[in-house]
């Protein structure tokens, strides 16, 4: 080992001077970053999201990113159906339409008065170009919605068409989730120093 790497371990043991590093000062503030970190990306496990109340934030960013990502994984389990089943229009047509209800949903809770993006704006108004492109996000997303039902009604026994757009609006809907997990960490997890 260096001297430099033997210097780092003995202020690290003098500064810890016997306490559990877990209890120590500020350690509160970093359970919960780490917390909120794992619910913006979508890796909290259930279980604990469980255990906040109803009311809290948190919650509800993680039920409405939860909602509208298992939507979109019926929209694509259904699709990768095969498509001579007798029911596969069928199946994707209802995924398709749980996707946009979710979106619209989705839509209602973070944008307008009082929802997510305006409450995020006024606690970190740096972050009020990036919500503003989340908006746009929800009307163009909105708008591959209404592309992939009008090439279901109009190309019905076309499945390699219908696969495309759908591909399309997930992949823009998975950048849009990678976009407001972003937008979240940024809020709740920067620390800016003194100067900044």
Same mark, same amino acid.
């Given at each position: ?12 043991? /003098? ?5 559990d ?28 999201v ?48 749980d ?6 949903? +989705?839509? /209602?809770?973070t ?26 996000? +929800?009307?163009?997303?909105? @708008? ?8 279901i ?22 950048? +849009? ?10 809020a709740? @997890? ?7």
């Amino acid at each position: 080992m260096t001297s430099s790497g033997s210097d780092f371990l003995t202020e690290l043991e /003098e500064s810890a001077q016997g306490q559990d590093l877990f209890r120590a000062p500020g350690s509160e503030q970093l359970l919960a970053q780490s917390r909120d970190q794992a619910e913006a990306s979508g890796w909290l496990p259930p279980r604990v999201v469980e255990t906040w109340p109803v009311d809290d934030p948190r919650t509800k960013v993680a039920q409405r990113r939860q909602r509208l990502y298992e939507a979109m994984r019926q929209l694509e389990s259904a699709t990768a159906r095969p498509s001579r089943q007798a029911d596969w229009l069928e199946v994707v047509t209802e995924a398709s339409q749980d996707l946009r209800t979710a979106l619209g949903d +989705h839509m /209602e809770q973070t944008e307008g008065g009082g929802g997510f993006l305006e409450d995020l704006v006024s606690q970190a108004p740096r972050l009020a170009t990036d919500a503003k492109l989340l908006e746009s996000d +929800h009307r163009a997303l909105l @708008n591959d919605c209404a592309r992939l039902t009008s090439v279901i009604r109009s190309s019905p026994d076309d499945a390699r068409t219908i696969r495309k757009a759908v591909l399309v609006l997930l992949g823009r809907l998975v950048e +849009h989730r990678q976009r407001g997990a972003e937008l979240l960490y940024d809020a709740y @997890n920067v620390e800016l120093g003194d100067g900044d």
